[in-house]
């Protein structure tokens, strides 16, 4: 009897030990001697990918360098997400950082952490350049494209100017694919964050064909993404964020990836940083949309 209940106890002990590390990301990556990286594929500038395996941009790279200071000797593997799955795989553990384009919101902070805000985007819609959309307005009985997993239809539905028009949606599998259907003629607008829309416009065949229009329908604050209840990741990852801050390292990490040409086409997205991230420059913050679009 006495053993069955040292065995339980040890499977007991054992059991809070696997529980406890699935939390605490520091420790698995410590044990496994890796880190799982969540990137996407078509995320430009902030994450995407140039072929073989290899991904990179603007918090892919800022990601290498937290990795870096936090987990040093850890290998990094990488590992694509989409809109649809990027938060199950956080939550389960297959993701240990996601590296991505994720919208920090109140409804997404029920399942998941994020780091301190290092980008800010604004939804707008792109066009082909030839179209006479300029506005919500103008997208009346059109079809509008956005991608499975996002938010950017509910948005325009619910801005003042699109409540009463009538248009038809489309999805795409993945931000390129949205942008696809555009591109083919599949749908008349695409609507999603500026900076996923100018990466991708300036790394089609034609950048001059297209351009972004519209009234602003969100501005939506970017962060990398984490497990939940995991404290001690989250201040080292903001503990790093904060450095480069205040370094001036983040700053030249924006320029690089938003003002200067780019991987793979050498073309720049030339989006000067905004007034919102701006201002976090000055006092970082991890609040969730809700608080910048409060009216």
Known sequence: MKKHLLAFAIAALAAGGASAQANDTLAKVKASGKVVMGVRESSAPLSYTLGGGKFTGYHVELCQ???????????????????????PLVQNGTVDIECGSTTNNVARQKDVSFALTTYVTEVRTAVKASSKINSIADLKDKTVATTTGTTSVALLRKHKRGADITFKEVYGKDHADSFLLLESGRADAFVMDDNILAGLIASSANPKNFKIVGETLNVEPI????????????????DYIRGAIK??????????????????????????????????????SDKPAEDF???
């Open 293 to 295: 679009n409060a009216k």
């Open 247 to 284: 370094s001036g390292e983040l700053n030249l990490l924006y320029t690089k990836w938003f003002m200067q040409p780019i991987p793979p086409k050498n073309t720049s997205v030339n989006l000067p940083m905004g007034k919102v991230l701006a201002e976090l420059v000055k006092n970082p």
């Open 223 to 238: 962060a990398i993404m984490i497990r939940k209840d995991d404290a001690g990741f989250k201040k080292a990852v903001d």
């Open 65 to 87: 360098r937290i990795l870096k200071a936090v987990a040093p000797g850890a290998a990094i593997e990488y590992t694509p997400v989409t809109s649809a799955n990027r938060i």
